[in-house]
């Protein structure tokens, strides 16, 4: 039986906080074993929830830092571990600052989670602000955005989340868990990202990027000449030496790059 059985009997699962805790040790051990934590990082766990995750990662490191917005699970939390070797933190993940973990010369943080479904993509977005304090992120996550992270120009999943997060992380797929793993079961099938951070990008500010990729894929199955194209004619920006009957999806992100170069530039308008 999972050592958290018993706790989850007398914790209710709240919905609004996408709980859904995991009860299968063996994935429990395959993330920890994914992560590969070692003593003196700083690891940061996202939803530490009744700490299936958080017990097998303390089995390995002497300190961990935690976010936790639901207050009863802060409080079991506080009351299982002490300070020494978890410094909860009640919080809100989406408001987070994460840079206040991180100290010049200490290694960056490793964030890990199985994320709450509900806040995921913002979650990953709202993490790019702080990707240069920031070494590697494990999380679980709807198969489905895995999926999308991931994916190759020119297929389905390929969109603004694959482009925007494969532009500041190398990501790579682990492996997928059933909803049986979890209690209770979620509706959907789970994956395991690895995302690494970057370095070559850490300089570059993603916000133009963002704005070229909101305009372009609003209408991801126009060609750019329709879309893309007259946007960045409205801005003044140079046109891309691409096919202008390209759709968005057939892009690379390395041509992204380029585009957002060119768009974030502050050219007069005409
Ligand atoms: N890590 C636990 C596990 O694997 O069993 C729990 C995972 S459960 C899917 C998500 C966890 O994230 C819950 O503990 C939930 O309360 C917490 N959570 C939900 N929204 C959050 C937020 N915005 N900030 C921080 N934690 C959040």
């Not at 490191?61 to 802060?74: G, K, P, Q, S």
């Not at 989340?161 to 992380?169: A, C, K, M, N, P």
Request: glycine residues 4%; aromatic residues 6%.
């Amino acid at each position: 039986m999972n050592p958290d059985g018993e706790r989850r009997g007398i914790h209710r699962a709240r919905k609004r906080f996408g709980q859904h805790f995991l009860a299968d040790v063996s994935v429990v051990d395959a993330i920890v074993q994914a992560i590969d934590p070692r003593e003196g990082e700083r690891i940061v766990e996202i939803g530490p929830g009744l700490a299936a995750l958080t017990g097998a990662l303390l089995a390995r490191v002497a300190h961990l830092h935690a976010v936790e917005i639901d207050r009863d699970l802060a409080a079991r939390l506080r009351s299982r571990y002490p300070p020494q070797r978890l410094t909860l933190h009640e919080a809100d993940a989406l408001r987070f600052d994460f840079d206040s973990l991180a100290a010049p010369g200490a290694p960056r943080l490793r964030i890990v989670g199985n994320l709450p479904y509900n806040v995921s993509s913002p979650l990953l977005v709202r993490l790019l602000d702080f990707r240069a304090c920031v070494r590697d992120q494990h999380f679980m996550l709807q198969r489905e955005v895995v999926e999308r992270i991931v994916a190759e120009p020119a297929t389905r999943d390929y969109g603004r989340l694959s482009v925007l997060l494969q532009s500041f992380y190398v990501v790579e797929r682990l492996f997928d868990v059933p909803p049986e793993a979890f209690e209770p079961a979620p509706k959907v099938q789970s994956s395991v990202v690895r995302m690494r951070v970057r370095d070559d990008r850490l300089a570059r500010d993603p916000a133009p990027l963002q704005q070229v990729l909101a305009a372009a894929f609003t209408q991801r199955r126009k060609m750019i000449r329709t879309t893309l194209l007259p946007w960045l004619d409205a801005r003044g920006a140079p046109r891309p030496p691409l096919d202008p009957t390209l759709r968005p999806e057939q892009i690379d992100v390395a041509a992204w790059l380029s585009i957002a170069d060119s768009a974030g530039m502050p050219y007069p308008r005409r």
